[in-house]
């Protein structure tokens, strides 16, 4: 990676020499760690926008070109020809698996479904109304307390362990706080399901009624799954890294993970987006909400537009598209309301001088919420959908982390612009 090439600052007629690191393919990455150092000062770049935070061999972009590559293999390959326990085993240990492999990794997944006994009387403690991100939030993070045995993480085997009952409890628990929320009973996982007929079943059955998971719907849900499942290093990931670069368990770095992508401008983004096209409501209004996107003093967004990377067509909302329109058509869906909406609306924005010049296309999130919507799941399970997705991705960068002997805490700098140094002024004199 390091090479000869160097840039070099000059400060204050000091010159300090910047090593140039080389990637595999991707912009050059001027190295500043001695900077500071050397030349006594800091780089500023709020939000990270010139800025890598770490070296990773797991998931490359290119934002302009509007290409995704989970371990050198292109996103589309990988929705069309494999499944999402295959892309799990490529993202955390870096190879497509052999068929004994990959036998073995789903029996290990599909051994770890069920949860600890005594987490139902943990979700108890929940208000029936929590949106089900919140109760992820607070269950994933007590996981810490139910499986304390794989917490070291210096052990290796440990560390193993901790991914394997991620993976596969992430949709136990996430249907668990879906249940809850809606007041039936939790669905037990059940073995003899692929990953993701199990959590439609633990979504959807209930006891009173035989529930048959759609194959079809299955594989959709699958290929959610496959398109959410990394993305390099985003909010969230960078999340999950920062909380373990201070040795915080796994669980605990998830739970912070999760926490961040439900923001609205990550992947709370699927939620706003589909909500967002429910308040537009008809064809005829959506004139006026994109004059709102475009006005500058009005905080409105087209949620579901837009990327901080992508600056070309979102290589996953591709794929979703094409999703969208076989699963509608699965089901029988014409032309709902919110559906023509979403077409006109996409319609416009790709069409309009605003979104083109600023290169706003529609992200994974315009949608996969329009399937989840057509599938059964209310607005407030896609973010859960996207959280459990993900936790693949997070856990295998925070083990790429844990093991890079370079591994330190993460600790950014500041640029001050508060008060100078003054007195202590007592109450009665101020
Ligand atoms: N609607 C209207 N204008 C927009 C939008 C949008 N969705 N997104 C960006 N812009 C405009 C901004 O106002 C800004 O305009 P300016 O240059 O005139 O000031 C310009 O485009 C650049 O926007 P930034 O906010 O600087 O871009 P950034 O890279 O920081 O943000 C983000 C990216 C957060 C995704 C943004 O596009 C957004 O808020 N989109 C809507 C939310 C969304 O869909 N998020 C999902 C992201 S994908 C994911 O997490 C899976």
Known sequence: MADTKSATLTLDGKSVDLPILKPTIGPEVVDIRKLYGQADVFTYDPGFTSTASCDSTITFIDGD?????????????????????????????????????????????????????????????????????????????????????STDIADPWQREVAAIRLIAKLPTIAAMAYKYSIGQPFVYPQNDLDYASNFLNMCFSVPATKYTPDPALARAMDRIFTLHADHEQNASTSTVRLAGSSGANPFACIAAGIACLWGPAHGGANQAALEMLQQIGSVDRIPEYIKRAKDKDDPFRLMGFGHRVYKNFDPRAKVMKESADEVLDLLGIENNETLKVAKELEKIALEDDYFVSKKLYPNVDFYSGIILSAMGF?????????????????????????????????????????????????????
């Not at 109304?129 to 109760?135: R, S």
Request: hydrophobic share 35%; charged share 20%.
């Open 65 to 149: 070109k509007g290409e995704l590559w989970y371990r050198g293999y292109p996103i589309e390959q990988l929705a069309k020809n494999s499944h999402y326990l295959e892309v799990c085993y490529l993202l955390l240990y870096g190879e497509l698996p052999d068929e004994g492999q990959l036998e073995d990794f789903e029996n290990r997944v599909t051994h770890h479904t069920m949860v600890h006994e005594q987490m139902n009387n943990f979700f108890r403690g929940f208000r029936r109304d929590a949106h089900p991100m919140a109760t992820m939030v607070g269950v994933v993070g007590a996981m810490s307390a139910f499986y304390h045995d």
């Open 378 to 430: 209310p607005t407030s399970m896609f973010t859960p959908i996207f959280a459990l997705s993900r936790t693949v991705g997070w856990i295998a960068q925070w083990k790429e982390m844990i093991a890079d002997p370079q591994n330190k805490i993460g600790r950014p700098r500041q640029l001050y612009v508060g008060s100078g140094k003054r007195d202590y002024i007592t109450v009665s004199d101020r």
